[in-house]
C-alpha cells in the first residue's frame, strides 16, 4: 500500500448528516478506503441501510437529532474499541429552507438554518476537538459553501450560516496552530442531492428546475474534493475550497433602475 492509499485507512471519522448526499458519498468513501466512520442522522433505518452498503464493522451509526443539546454526548458515549479514537470531523449536516426575499421569509426557517448549519455544528466540534488535539494527525472538514462568499437572492440567512462556517474553520486554525489538526472549509456550488428538495419544501418540480439544462455536481464530486484534500500530505492545509460546476458562475451586481 502506498502512502497516498493511506489516506483513511485506520482513521475514525465523525460524519455529520450521513443519511443522505455528500454525507453517505463521504461515508462510504471513507470506509472503501479503510476508514471507520461515526455515522450521525436523524433517520435510523437510513444509517442501517449505509452500514449494509459499507463494509462489515466499518459504521457505526447513532441516530441522533444534532439540533437536541444533549446531541454530542449521545454520538461520543459508549464508543466501542475500533471507534474511540476519532481523528476526523466532517460537519456536514446542515440545509437550506426557502428562497423567496428576507422580507417574506418565514422566521421558523431562519430559526432552523441557525440551529442546524450554526449552533449544532459548533456544540459538536467542541466536544470533539479535546480529542482531536491529542492525536498525531487530525482533520475537521466543515461544509461551508459558495453562498459563503457569493451573496444571492434568497440566499440570506442560508448564505450567512455558511459563512460562519468559514470564518470559524479559519479561526479554528488559528487556534490550532502548534497542534497536528488540519481544518478546512468546503465550499460547493450547485449540487443535485436532496439540497434543493428541502429548500423548497418538499417540492420535487421546483428542485428540478434549479438544474435544469445545466451540468451540477453530484455528491461523488464533493467526495472526489473531500477524498483529494485528505489524500494531501499531513503538513499540508488547504484552509478553504471552492468547487462549482462549470455551468455556473458570478453575475453583475443588481441595479435598482426604478428611478432616482
Ligand atoms: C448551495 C450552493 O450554489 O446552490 O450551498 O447556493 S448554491
Redesign the pocket.
Known amino acids: 500500500m502506498n502512502r497516498d492509499d493511506q489516506w483513511a485507512a485506520g482513521r475514525v471519522v465523525v460524519v455529520t448528516g450521513a443519511t443522505s448526499g455528500f454525507g453517505a458519498a463521504f461515508a462510504r468513501r471513507l470506509t472503501r478506503a479503510g476508514g471507520k466512520v461515526i455515522a450521525v442522522g436523524r433517520r435510523a433505518e437510513r444509517l442501517a441501510a449505509l452500514a449494509m452498503d459499507c463494509a462489515p464493522g466499518s459504521v457505526l451509526g447513532r441516530a441522533v437529532d444534532l439540533q437536541d443539546p444533549a446531541a454530542p454526548e449521545a454520538i461520543l458515549q459508549n464508543l466501542p474499541e475500533p471507534f474511540i479514537a476519532i481523528d476526523g470531523l466532517i460537519n456536514n449536516a446542515g440545509l437550506?429552507l426557502g428562497l423567496g426575499p428576507a422580507q417574506k421569509a418565514a422566521l421558523p426557517n431562519w430559526e432552523t438554518m441557525i440551529a442546524v448549519n450554526v449552533q449544532a455544528l459548533v456544540r459538536l466540534t467542541h466536544a470533539v476537538l479535546p480529542q482531536l488535539v491529542d492525536r498525531p494527525r487530525a482533520d475537521i472538514i466543515n461544509l461551508a459553501?459558495?453562498?459563503a462568499s457569493y451573496p444571492?437572492p434568497g440566499?440570506n440567512v442560508?448564505?450567512a450560516t455558511?459563512a460562519f462556517v468559514r470564518q470559524f474553520s479559519l479561526g479554528l486554525r488559528s487556534d490550532l496552530l502548534g497542534t497536528r489538526v488540519r481544518v478546512t472549509s468546503l465550499e460547493?456550488?450547485?449540487?443535485e442531492t436532496e439540497?434543493?428538495v428541502v429548500r423548497f419544501g418538499g417540492d420535487q418540480d421546483a428542485a428540478a428546475k434549479?438544474y435544469a439544462g445545466m451540468k451540477p455536481l453530484s455528491a461523488e464530486d464533493v467526495a472526489d474534493a473531500l477524498e483529494a484534500i485528505l489524500r494531501l500530505p499531513a503538513h499540508l492545509n488547504v484552509n478553504t475550497m471552492e468547487i462549482?460546476p462549470i455551468q455556473?458562475a458570478f453575475g453583475p451586481f443588481a441595479v435598482d433602475r426604478s428611478g432616482a
Open positions: 437550506a459553501s459558495v453562498a444571492y440566499g442560508y448564505g455558511k460547493p456550488g450547485m449540487c439540497f434543493s434549479v462549482m455556473q
